[in-house]
């Protein structure tokens, strides 16, 4: 059974960061894409990061481009996402993903993960 554990979320003011962690369990991470998504109140839920089976490519929305970056640790089967710069607009539950199928990469859409964890909430103050 797969497990995947989102941890790190909090309050934070704007300009502040944090770093989210993704563990999985019941699942070798290496061979499938990952990414995180956020959902606000009201809204769908939307991708912040992408990265490929092998670590070799990344894709983020304009949103947090150059303020978020997604990577992962094959070691430790987890899966971060550093985020920077922060903005209120950044509120919301972060959920982590894992591909439906192995050996996606960095421009797979929602559609393409399978897996999910329960999510953690992300808030940050003006």
């Known amino acids: 059974q797969v497990q995947l554990v989102e941890s790190g979320g909090g309050l934070v003011q704007a300009g502040g960061s944090l770093r989210l962690s993704c563990v999985a369990s019941g699942l070798t991470l290496s061979k499938y894409a990952m990414g995180w998504f956020r959902q606000a109140p009201g809204k769908e839920r939307d991708i912040v990061g992408v990265?490929?089976?092998?670590?070799?490519?990344?894709s983020y929305p304009d949103s947090v481009q150059g303020r978020f970056t997604i990577s992962r640790d094959y070691a430790k089967n987890t899966v971060y996402l550093q985020m920077n710069s922060l903005k209120p607009e950044d509120t919301a539950i972060y959920y982590c993903?894992?591909?439906?199928?192995?050996?996606?990469?960095?421009?797979?859409?929602?559609?393409?993960?399978?897996?999910w964890g329960q999510g953690t909430q992300v808030t940050v103050s003006s």
């Open positions: 993903a894992a591909g439906r199928y192995q050996y996606g990469s960095s421009r797979s859409q929602r559609g393409d993960f399978g897996s």
């Open positions: 990265i490929s089976w092998s670590g070799g490519s990344t």
